[in-house]
């Protein structure tokens, strides 16, 4: 089992930053992907962006460039840094821990065993 817990959330004026945290606790927690997927206002969840085992990160074609994903082995932690945010971006975002994920065009798939964050919220305005 795995427990995901996000930090880092908040309020911004278009154009900042924000840095989501994701401390990720349980058994063999770095054999999952990692990623992060957001829900905007009366959209469906979407991911964001992933990193694979070995540390291959990899983005929805929304974010390429603003985003960037990564971990800290040392701190069971994952990040999501955003650059340049739009209010496009407003959406509560969850760090999500699963068994396999891969992109198909624009959409991040993912299955089997599947844990999610509480999620944080973003505005930007």
């Known amino acids: 089992h795995v427990q995901l817990v996000e930090s880092g959330g908040g309020s911004v004026q278009t154009g900042g930053s924000l840095k989501l945290s994701c401390v990720v606790s349980g058994d063999k927690w770095n054999n999952y992907c990692l990623s992060w997927f957001r829900q905007r206002p009366g959209k469906e969840r979407e991911g964001v962006a992933a990193?694979?085992?070995?540390?291959?990160?990899t983005y929805a074609g929304s974010v390429k460039g603003r985003f960037t994903i990564s971990k800290d082995n040392a701190k069971n932690t994952l990040y999501l840094h955003m650059n340049s945010l739009q209010p496009e971006d407003t959406a509560m975002y969850y760090c999500v821990a699963v068994s396999a994920c891969w992109w198909y065009g624009d959409q991040l798939n993912i299955r089997g065993y599947t844990y999610w964050g509480q999620g944080t919220q973003v505005t930007v305005s």
């Open positions: 990193i694979a085992r070995d540390g291959t990160s």
